[in-house]
């Protein structure tokens, strides 16, 4: 699983609440993503890291704002929760140098519903 | 736009059984492709990772094909046990780049293995 958790494992909340999810490496990879997963859709890239205090908005950023102040730990954050933020959302960390060894490895997932 | 589309999207077999899944592709430049199982509440686990020059990537019972001229792979299981069951990923990179490796996820092949 190369070292990565994610919390909360599952949440519900209400919409336009904060919600914050946590990603937790412990093998020190530049490289961090936060993805969502929803039926009918493959995996979509919300934001990612490539160090500290360094972050760039994916394909679905609208919503979601990120913050890495420790190489370990990757944060998204739903300033104000809607109902189509409901998913799973995917914590992924790149390891490997070159383009045949480069890979993403993931996290267990968070599901999160917003009633 | 970038786009990996599978088939089927859902494929039940017999436990025993081969099977043969496809991914076709319109990624370019095109780095790499990956193949990924998914069980049922857990994050993608990587099987095979193939370079634009290889055309074939065996791991245990699984089997990877790519033909980069027609831009079409295939995952190929031989054998099927129940613990196949899961969601088969078809991903694709473009060239590895300084600012992360922003990957194209397929949809997915839902496969289950019966007795």
């Given at each position: 699983d190369a070292g990565i958790t994610q919390s909360p494992r599952h949440k519900v909340t209400e919409t336009g609440t904060p919600?914050?999810?946590r990603?937790?490496?412990t093998e020190n990879h530049r490289y961090m993503y936060w993805?969502?997963?929803d039926p009918g859709h493959g995996l979509r890239l919300i934001?990612?890291?490539y160090g500290v205090k360094d972050t760039d908005k994916g394909e679905v950023s609208d919503g979601y704002s990120v913050s890495r102040s420790k190489t370990e730990d990757f944060l998204l954050t739903l300033e104000s929760a809607t109902s189509s933020q409901t998913s799973v959302y995917f914590c992924a960390i790149g390891r490997g140098q070159s383009q045949t060894t480069y890979e993403q490895y993931f996290g267990p997932g968070t599901r999160l519903t917003v009633t | 736009k970038n786009q990996v589309e599978q088939s089927p999207q859902s494929l039940i077999i017999l436990e025993g059984k081969n099977c043969t899944l496809q991914c076709n592709y319109t990624v370019s430049p095109f780095s790499n492709l990956r193949w990924y199982k998914q069980d049922t509440g857990?994050?993608?686990v990587s099987l095979t990772i193939m370079t634009f020059s290889e055309n074939t990537k065996s791991n245990g019972r699984y089997t990877a094909t790519l033909d980069a001229d027609t831009k079409q792979s295939s995952l190929h299981i031989t054998a099927s046990q129940l613990s196949d069951s899961a969601s088969y990923i078809c991903v694709v990179s473009p060239i590895l780049t300084g600012g992360g490796n922003k990957?194209?996820?397929g949809t997915g092949t839902q496969l289950k293995v019966e007795l």
């Open positions: 919600v914050t999810l990603c937790h490496q993805y969502r997963q934001h990612y890291s | 857990r994050g993608p990957l194209t996820f």
